[in-house]
Nanobody
Framework: QVQLVESGGGVVQAGGSLRRSCAAS????????MGWFRQAPGRDREFDAS????????YYADYAKGRFTVSRDNDKITVYLQMNSLNVEDTAVYYC??????????????????WGQGNQVTVSS
């Protein structure tokens, strides 16, 4: 069992930045594909970005390209999501997720095996 602990939520003004962190409880996490998702009130959970295991290929949703950057630090067993140029539409609960199986995780929430607790990100105008 892998536990994912998230941090880095909060309130930020439009145009500002936040960095989200997702720390895992086991070093095997470094081999897992990782994803970042968000869920706004009344909406389905939607994909932001993903990273293949062992620092592999990165994938971003269209609205995240050029604004969000995902990275990982294997020494700290942590994955990050840097979010820049935030706008009010980015307000949501943000989640990280890990896929413990082989293969690309992608944008489908069903492809992930472990989830963080989620943190609220609120962007004020």
């Amino acid at each position: 069992q892998v536990q994912l602990v998230e941090s880095g939520g909060g309130v930020v003004q439009a145009g500002g930045s936040l960095r989200r962190s997702c720390a895992a409880s086991r070093r095997s996490f470094n081999n897992y594909a990782m994803g970042w998702f968000r869920q706004a009130p009344g909406r389905d959970r939607e994909f932001d970005a993903s990273l293949r295991g062992n620092g592999g290929a990165l994938y971003y949703a269209d609205y995240a390209k050029g604004r969000f950057t995902v990275s990982r630090d294997n020494d700290k067993i942590t994955v990050y999501l840097q979010m820049n140029s935030l706008n009010v539409e980015d307000t949501a609960v943000y989640y990280c997720a890990a896929r413990a199986r082989t293969g690309r995780a992608g944008a489908d929430v069903n492809n992930y095996d472990y989830w963080g607790q989620g943190n609220q990100v609120t962007v004020s105008s």
